[in-house]
C-alpha cells in the first residue's frame, strides 16, 4: 500500500530526504545538457558536456552538436589542429568502448559534428554513415542516399551471397526464371533493398 506525504509513519519506514539530497545536478555522473535535460553515467563520472543532443543506451554513447562553434582555448594553450587531435586521441584511448569516432564534417557551407562510441561494430558505422548520408541531403531517403554514394564510389562492393538469396525470395521467380526476370521482378522507380 502507497502512503500519502501526510501519514505520520512514514518517519518510522526510513529518513525524509532534504532538497540538496534530491538534486541530482550535484552527483558527478550526471550532466546537465540544456535546460531540464541530462545525461546520466551508470558507470563513469562525466566529465564536461556542452550543450548538445546526447543520447546513451547501454554501451552505447552519441553526441551530435549542431552548428559547430570555435572552442575557446583554456589554461592559456593555443588551440590548434593537433591539440585537438591529441585531446581526441586521449579521449578515445581513455574510453571503455571498443569503437568509436569523432567527426567533424562541412555540408554546403554548415558545419556538423558527430561523436559516438560503443561495443558494438556495426552500431558505431551503422550511426556514421547515416549521418554523414543524413547531412547529404535531408529531403532524399537515407537509404536511397547511401545506395546513391555506394554505387557512385569507386569501390566495389562485395555482399553476401544470403543477402542475393534474401532478395530472390521476395520474388515469385523459380530457378527456372532468367536473370532479366529477376530484374525486372525487383527493378522499379525505387530500386531495391538488399
Do not use: C
Amino acid at each position: 500500500m502507497v502512503r500519502g506525504n501526510d501519514d505520520p509513519s512514514d518517519a518510522e519506514d526510513g529518513r525524509v530526504l532534504s532538497p540538496e539530497e534530491l538534486d541530482i545536478t550535484n552527483d558527478e555522473h550526471v550532466a546537465e545538457i540544456d535546460d531540464g535535460r541530462y545525461v546520466v553515467s551508470p558507470n563513469d563520472p562525466i566529465g564536461d558536456v556542452p550543450t548538445a543532443d546526447t543520447t546513451s543506451t547501454g554501451d552505447e554513447k552519441s553526441r551530435t552538436e549542431q552548428p559547430a562553434s570555435d572552442p575557446e582555448p583554456s589554461g592559456g594553450r593555443e588551440l590548434t589542429a593537433d591539440s585537438v587531435h591529441e585531446f581526441l586521441e586521449t579521449e578515445f584511448e581513455g574510453a571503455s568502448s571498443r569503437y568509436g569516432f569523432d567527426v567533424t564534417g562541412k555540408f554546403d557551407g554548415s558545419v556538423r559534428q558527430r561523436r559516438m562510441v560503443s561495443n558494438d561494430v556495426v552500431t558505431i558505422f551503422e550511426s556514421l554513415v547515416l549521418w554523414y548520408a543524413q547531412q547529404i541531403d535531408s529531403t532524399t531517403p537515407v537509404e536511397e542516399v547511401l545506395g546513391i554514394l555506394l554505387m557512385e564510389a569507386n569501390v566495389p562492393i562485395r555482399y553476401p551471397a544470403a543477402s542475393l538469396q534474401r532478395l530472390v525470395r521476395t520474388t515469385d521467380l523459380s530457378p527456372d526464371d532468367t536473370i532479366a526476370d529477376l530484374v525486372e521482378a525487383v527493378g522499379d522507380e525505387d530500386g531495391f533493398r538488399i
